[in-house]
């Protein structure tokens, strides 16, 4: 089980920090990430890390705003957002797999959701 909390209402330029907690133990080759979906659009890929490793991987769109990192004494990754953009808006789902891949159907197991409102 996957839960997602911090997320909220924010203007443009400034941040959040999104934090996901796991409920068990990951193996180390699990891969975690974060997705995105606004109103009428697909589920997109934002941040991944690797659960052992501490590897990471961004979409092109969050590239040096966005920072994911996990804690695995916590049992919990996270989701830093800088320089929030309007388009960043969207409801943020955090998502446990056993690989890196950017397609929402190779995850498992998923959070319900939190959202995110950007001011302009």
């Known amino acids: 089980q996957l839960v997602e909390s911090g997320g909220g209402l924010v203007q443009a330029g400034g941040s959040l920090k999104l934090s996901c907690a796991v409920s068990?133990?990951?193996?180390?080759?699990?891969?975690m990430g974060w997705f995105r979906q606004a109103p009428g659009k697909d589920r997109e890929f934002v941040a991944g890390i690797r659960w052992g490793y501490g590897s990471t991987y961004y979409a092109d769109s969050v590239k040096g705003r966005f920072t994911i990192s996990r804690d695995r004494s916590e049992n919990a990754f996270y989701l830093e957002m800088n320089d929030l953009k309007p388009q960043d808006a969207a409801r943020y789902f955090c998502?446990?797999?056993?690989?890196?891949?950017?397609?929402?159907?190779?995850?498992?197991?998923w959070g319900q959701g939190t959202q995110v409102t950007v001011s302009s």
């Open positions: 068990g133990r990951p193996f180390s080759s699990h891969f």
């Open positions: 998502a446990q797999g056993t690989s890196y891949d950017t397609t929402p159907n190779s995850y498992r197991n």
